[in-house]
């Protein structure tokens, strides 16, 4: 499938401000992931404003924020839907966590050494019209596609692959395919 691109978009990635958002005693940032599925059971895949890499949206959640108001609230930014656009199918049981390699750690008070993140399943309920990457003002991604669920796990960059393959794996009860294949069968079909 062509990726869906979205004209005007800058060259340069958003910045998020650590700040406002809410790093733990052990220096992990609390942070929502998004898998957001279509009615064929294909996930939303993104590319990286101004670079080769693809990822899920996700974001950091701010002080004073629940989890799934963060949610809602980078959708909406990252993603360009409302609420009443998608139908939560559920979400992981706890946080799932990953360590940033030390050549992209930032020197930022309080340290931030890794990611810990609530997963949320979502099903797009409106027309795939309604996603807009330009929806703010800082888009993180300048092209999207639907891939096939298990996808991701080969192409997300390294570090975070132990993290998305728990995610995935828990919350694909979740989805109504029978035939979904296990990421360990998708990818013996895919090497030979």
């Known amino acids: 499938m062509p990726d869906k691109t979205a004209a005007g978009f800058a060259s340069t990635t958003s910045q998020v401000s ?3 958002s809410m790093i733990d005693a ?22 990286r404003i101004g670079q080769s890499a693809w990822q899920f949206p996700q974001g950091g959640i701010k002080h004073h924020e629940e989890p ?4 809602f609230r980078e959708l ?4 360009g839907l409302a609420p009443d656009e998608v139908e939560l199918l559920g ?35 409106a027309d795939e019209e309604r996603i807009r990457l330009d929806a703010s003002g800082l888009p993180e991604f300048d ?10 796990l ?19 009860s979740l989805l109504p395919q029978p035939e979904r294949l296990s990421p360990s069968h998708a990818t013996r079909l895919s090497s030979g």
Do not use: M
């Open 91 to 125: 979400s992981t049981s706890d946080w799932l966590r990953y360590l940033i390699p030390r050549r992209y750690l930032r020197r930022d008070r309080p340290p931030c050494i890794g990611q810990k993140q609530l997963w949320y399943l979502l099903r797009l309920t």
């Open 154 to 172: 080969e192409h997300i960059v390294n570090f975070k692959r132990e993290v998305y393959r728990q995610a995935l794996e828990e919350l694909a």
């Open 68 to 71: 799934r108001e963060a949610l």
């Open 26 to 47: 052990e220096g992990f940032r609390a942070n929502v992931g998004i898998i957001l599925a279509n009615h064929a059971g294909q996930v939303f895949w993104g590319r």
């Open 76 to 79: 909406k930014e990252e993603v």
């Open 18 to 20: 650590e700040d406002r």
């Open 143 to 152: 092209a999207w596609r639907w891939v096939d669920y298990w996808t991701p």
